[in-house]
DNA sequence: TCTGGGGTCCTAGGACCC
DNA sequence: TCTGGGGTCCTAGGACCC
């Protein structure tokens, strides 16, 4: 039998801001975007547990989180704050795992299946964990105890911040069943209203309908909807490598129609993606550009290349020659984005490269 | 209320090949 | 007049996650 551990670190970026400017302690602090004044564009990215007692959460547009909290503590993200604290918890967490798959940021999954006995020591052993993250980095996580991936993850999210909770093989089904279906991963908005709409809230009501029902709504989703509502999960702890692609989008302060100016833009884009690209060594064969225009519908146009390079007049060429025909209409343009996908590193692309 | 920026994965039709 | 079956790649869109 397995023993998954889901570790997931409490509000990340608050916390790291808190860590760092201690007189914020107790205060409500939202990373996000700037609110300027409850006229912001963007979104929260997180908020601390004093902010959410306001109601705000990841994700609210800033603008919204401003009426419910205009005393809070607004704060841009710090990523070379959050990058080094991460890399430390995740080389410590590392350390105590048989498996290991980093799932983000902030959280990661464990196989400890062959470090522990059964659940009991899990829990000690999760315990010693919480305390040694705390004690070295002086950052506060929460910890899920599984015989799955899944249980493991609904589990981290059950007691917050600093708690464990341990879900036993015999237990899952009555951890899982009061449970809405939102707290399954992959069970967004739309997924919710769907089931909704065939009478399923709970994972319980997920859990007993017919499976053939739910694969003829969903396909193969439905199908594995129904087997994680009866808490069968059989996604290996598997540490990935690979980066599958690279890109920048970015929401303009204003609403654009400018072609010129839009075009500059796409232009800074792609030289930021071909910089990453470079750092890591990799070419690329596919090129792909967003556009989004004022009430947000979204497009995107891909090329593939003949061959693999790492050329930034190849980049910039075809991000503007896709984009191209989207800016004709000089309707307004919300953002725009480049992205690479294809990618090799040189010793794999075959020999066969474009210019340099 | 009005929706960021970094990604991954899936679907589905059509081209193309054997 | 009726037109396979399997596999892979390309392209566009969409759901979802942190």
């Not at 290996?236 to 692609?245: A, N």
């Amino acid at each position: 039998m397995r023993v998954i551990l889901h570790v997931d670190l409490d509000a990340f970026f608050p916390s790291v801001e808190v860590r760092e400017h201690p007189e914020l302690k107790g205060r409500p602090v939202i990373v996000g975007a700037d609110p300027k004044g409850g006229k912001g564009r963007g979104v929260v990215s997180s908020a601390s547990y004093e902010a959410r007692k306001f109601g705000i959460r990841s994700a609210m547009p800033i603008s919204r989180a401003w009426k419910l909290c205009p005393d809070g503590v607004y704060l841009r993200p710090h990523f070379d704050l959050y990058i080094p604290a991460s890399k430390n918890i995740m080389r410590i967490l590392r350390n105590h795992a048989d498996r290991f798959e980093q799932g983000g940021i902030d959280e990661a999954y464990l196989d400890t299946s062959n470090q522990v006995k059964d659940f009991d020591e899990a829990a000690k052993f999760a315990g010693s964990l919480m305390e040694e993250v705390l004690e070295k980095e002086k950052l506060t996580c929460s910890i899920g105890v599984g015989p799955n991936k899944m249980v493991a993850k609904i589990a981290s999210d059950y007691r917050k911040p600093y708690g464990l909770t341990v879900v036993r093989e015999e237990e899952v089904r009555g951890f899982l069943f009061p449970l809405d279906v939102r707290r399954i991963p992959g069970v967004g908005p739309k997924t919710e209203r769907a089931l909704k709409e065939m009478g399923i809230k709970t994972i319980s009501d997920l859990a007993s309908a017919k499976p053939e029902t739910l694969t003829g709504q969903f396909g193969v989703w439905g199908t594995r909807l129904h087997q994680l509502a009866n808490g069968i999960d059989d996604r290996e702890v598997i540490e990935e490598y690979e980066t599958k692609s690279i890109g920048r989008d970015t929401t303009f302060e204003r609403d654009l129609d400018d072609e010129e100016q839009i075009l500059r833009v796409l232009d800074e884009l792609a030289e930021e993606v071909h910089a990453d690209v470079i750092e890591n060594e990799f070419r690329f064969k596919t090129i792909t550009v967003r556009i989004r225009y004022q009430h947000f519908d979204t497009h995107t146009r891909s090329k593939s290349l003949l061959f693999y390079t790492n050329d930034l007049d190849i980049l910039k060429n075809n991000s503007r020659r896709l984009i191209h025909p989207f800016l004709r209409g000089r309707r307004k343009v919300r953002l725009v984005g480049v992205r690479v996908s294809g990618l090799a590193l040189p010793e794999r692309s075959g020999g066969f490269t474009g210019s340099i």
